[in-house]
């Protein structure tokens, strides 16, 4: 996201197709003499090796609360900000984590041959495979106008869903 009404800034030096928001707690209580930060250690060496392998192309780790709250934002005012950029059509479904990484160019080519020029707009918890695999009107649209093509982009989507 770049600068704007909510004053989100993107948080790294350049702009990518996806962004991943991980956050590493623990309840466990530290032991004596143990180093105290043991997550933040390990969050940068796993980081750095996702890097190494070429499964993280740039990262940036919140060094305090505000800039935590900052990266949080950025994915709960989300929805705030597309309702601003027109009318859109929802799908909130499940796919196996293995299969979402076929699943999402196939989902998107699926809403852009029903309707070219939609603006699809994915965002979820990859983890456990729910994704909000929703579908924003071209820019200008009115809602009547858009959803027209409702019924194609949702079953373009539902069709690979249940496939």
Not at 20 to 49: D, F, H
Request: net charge neutral; glycine share 10%; hydrophobic share 40%.
């Amino acid at each position: 996201m770049r600068a704007g009404p909510y004053r989100a800034a993107d948080p790294l030096a350049e702009r990518h197709d996806w962004y991943v928001l991980l956050e590493w707690s623990s309840t466990r209580p530290r032991r004596p003499g143990a180093n105290q930060t043991g997550l933040a250690e390990k969050m940068e060496a796993y980081l750095g090796e996702a890097m190494e392998k070429g499964l993280v192309l740039d990262a940036v780790i919140a060094q305090t609360e505000a800039q935590s709250k900052a990266l949080w934002m950025l994915r709960e005012n989300h929805t705030e900000a597309s309702k601003r950029e027109g009318p859109s059509i929802k799908h909130d479904i499940s796919v196996a984590v293995s299969k979402i990484p076929g699943f999402v160019p196939e989902g998107v080519a699926a809403m852009t041959k029903a309707l070219p020029g939609c603006r699809p707009l994915i965002f979820g918890h990859v983890g456990d495979g729910n994704l909000h695999f929703n579908c924003q009107a071209p820019a200008g649209w009115s809602k009547p106008e858009f959803m027209k093509h409702g019924e194609a982009i949702s079953g373009g989507v539902y069709d690979l869903v249940t496939s």
